[in-house]
């Protein structure tokens, strides 16, 4: 029988802060071309998971697998050539700079830090920035913010902007794309009409998705499966319909 592919996969990852537990054996595992949902009360330790699977925080225990390849050892920035991209819970712009130039951002970390070459290969050099610049602008026209590219990024809208830095993560070309609550601060219909976005790039792609999220509605709408973590470890897996149902999960929300 063939195994189902995992792009991503964690187990028994532990994270702590001085004495504080964020994670304790925390698994989490994202198949190929899936929304998968990671959800939880505040602090249940859903960026902190994040952090670990983009090597921004060290985990003390536990392995984590990108597209089979261990990550321990990789460099954060090695990792974006592995296919993983994210955005942050908090906004991460450039506000001066073009919108333009700030989904280049995304398509330059593909190419990694080839410093040296700007010194011994300068021609090349200008080959990526023109690549670069094609493919942010291939990205924008899949997000339909073309029209956009010249806009200082800060001039935009609240739900622009949120647009802009998955048009960015999708330059960087991933496998897996991590969002960190990206629907935080958008109205009840930026919600949907962002819901639809995400999904549509998903199916274009093929992309697998791990989505933090606090809209319910959005969650339930958009994941193919959903793993539930409370005060640092998990606490459920299951559909949609499963989680919606689960003890143990309403209680946990309801501060039980
Ligand atoms: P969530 O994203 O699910 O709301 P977090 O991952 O942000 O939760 O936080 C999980 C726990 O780890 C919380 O108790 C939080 O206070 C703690 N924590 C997160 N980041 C840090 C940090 N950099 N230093 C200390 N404690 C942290
Ligand atoms: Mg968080």
Redesign the pocket.
């Known amino acids: 029988i063939a195994e189902v592919r995992l792009v991503l996969e964690a187990r028994d990852v532990s ?1 702590q ?2 004495g ?4 304790t054996n925390v698994s989490v595992s994202v198949k190929a071309g899936e929304i998968c949902g990671l959800i ?12 670990a699977a983009t090597r921004l ?1 060290n985990y003390t225990s536990g392995s984590i697998m990108l597209g089979g390849q261990p990550l321990e050892g990789v460099g954060s920035r090695e990792m974006i050539g592995m296919g993983i991209a994210r955005t942050f ?1 908090n906004l991460g712009i450039y506000g001066s700079m073009t919108v333009l130039e700030n989904v280049m951002l995304g398509a330059h970390h593909r190419f990694g830090g080839k410093f040296a070459q700007a010194i011994f290969a300068p021609s090349r050099i200008r080959a990526e920035e023109r690549s670069a610049r094609e493919k942010a602008m291939a990205v924008l026209e899949e997000v339909g913010m073309v029209e956009l590219a010249a806009r200082a990024a800060g001039s935009l809208s609240y739900p622009l902007q949120k647009r802009m830095e998955i048009a960015r993560a999708l330059a960087a070309e991933p496998k897996i794309l991590l969002l ?2 990206p629907a935080g601060g958008l109205t009840h219909g930026e919600v949907h009409e962002f819901g639809s976005l995400v999904d549509g790039i998903r199916r274009k792609r093929n992309l697998s998705i791990l989505l ?1 999220e606090h809209h319910m509605g959005l969650v339930m709408s958009l994941c193919d499966r959903i793993i539930v ?1 409370h005060l ?1 470890r998990n606490l459920a897996e299951g559909t949609p319909s499963e989680i919606k149902s689960n003890d143990a999960v309403i209680a946990a929300y309801l501060g039980k």
Do not use: R, Y
């Not at 504080?20 to 994670?23: F, G, N």
């Not at 939880?40 to 952090?51: D, I, M, Q, V």
């Open positions: 994270v802060f001085g504080v537990k964020a994670l939880g009360p505040n602090g249940a330790g859903k960026s902190t998971f994040l952090n925080v819970q960190d609550e933090i973590l640092g």
